[in-house]
Structures are given as structure tokens and as C-alpha cells.
């Protein structure tokens, strides 16, 4: 016998939704990684690369959330990435944006479950609210950070290597 899936079919749709959400951003990561790497920033390209993987890590934190509700998430496909990459600055503006917009995602998959009286889901979803925030802010930080001195491309791509490594 199945157990019954425990989600409400519009909570389920919003995981499927934030889940092609972070695949997306896992992939776009990636590109930008397979970017940086073509330009020979090997510290950005460093970066980005761990970025993908902790996507790929919150699409799974997802898809176990699901599980235990009794149901499954699938695993949609992406969409082929192939916005012109032509500096770290492009990268950071377009990791910016993504970030930015996950978290007006994930607030608002928050609040729908609020007004569905999904407590259980909601209080899942303060996590992702939290590792949005840091990385809407981590970005603008990188940002600000590059545009100080944009001459100095190679210490900034350094500078992102060590945020890597600790």
C-alpha cells in the first residue's frame, strides 16, 4: 500500500517549480564556471564550480523534504544556458540576479504556505529564505568588491578562489 502524498497539489507544484529553480541555477553556474575557465580566471571558475554543487545539494534538500511528505520530485530538465559571458563582472551581475531571484521565489512559496496553513512547509522553507539572503548579500558584496577595482581583475579572481578554499 502507497502512502498518500501529504502535500497539498499547490505545495507540490511550488517544489517542482523551486526545484527546476535550483537546477537552473546549478546548471547556469556551471556555465559560468566552463565561462571563467575560457577567460583563465581558474579562481572564479573554482567558485562557480562549488557553487553548482551546493545547488545541486539544495535540489536534494528539496526532493528529501518531498520524500518524507510522501512524495516524489522529479528531476526536470534545464534549458540550455548561453548568455554572452565576457568578464567576471557578467558572471557576478548574473549570479546577482539569480540569487535575487530565488529568494522572491522561495518568500513567496513561504507565504503561499502560510495561507494554505502548511506550517510543516513553511518552517521548511525558513532555511532556504536564510541561504538566499546571505547569497543575495554575498553577491552584492562580491560586486562591490569588483567594481572598486576592476583593473585588478586577477586579485578579485583570487580573492574568489579563497573564498573556496576557507
Not at 530538465?77 to 548568455?83: G, K, W
Amino acid at each position: 500500500m502507497l502512502i498518500q502524498s501529504l502535500l497539498k497539489p499547490e505545495i507540490k507544484q511550488w517544489f517542482i517549480e523551486s526545484a527546476e529553480s535550483e537546477l537552473f541555477a546549478s546548471h547556469l553556474y556551471q556555465y559560468l564556471a566552463n565561462q571563467m575557465q575560457r577567460l583563465g580566471y581558474f579562481g572564479a571558475q573554482k567558485y562557480f564550480q562549488n557553487e553548482s554543487s551546493e545547488e545541486l545539494k539544495h535540489y536534494n534538500k528539496l526532493k528529501d523534504f518531498v520524500n518524507d511528505m510522501g512524495d516524489i520530485l522529479g528531476m526536470p530538465a534545464t534549458d540550455e544556458i548561453s548568455n554572452p559571458i565576457m568578464n567576471i563582472g557578467d558572471a557576478l551581475y548574473l549570479s546577482y540576479q539569480t540569487e535575487l531571484d530565488l529568494m522572491k521565489q522561495y518568500q513567496e512559496f513561504y507565504e503561499k504556505s502560510e495561507e494554505l496553513d502548511d506550517c510543516v512547509t513553511a518552517t521548511f522553507l525558513i532555511e532556504f529564505l536564510q541561504i538566499q539572503r546571505i547569497s543575495v548579500g554575498e553577491y552584492g558584496d562580491f560586486i562591490s568588491r569588483y567594481q572598486k577595482n576592476i583593473s585588478d581583475v586577477y586579485e578579485f579572481d583570487e580573492y574568489l578562489e579563497e573564498q573556496v578554499n576557507g
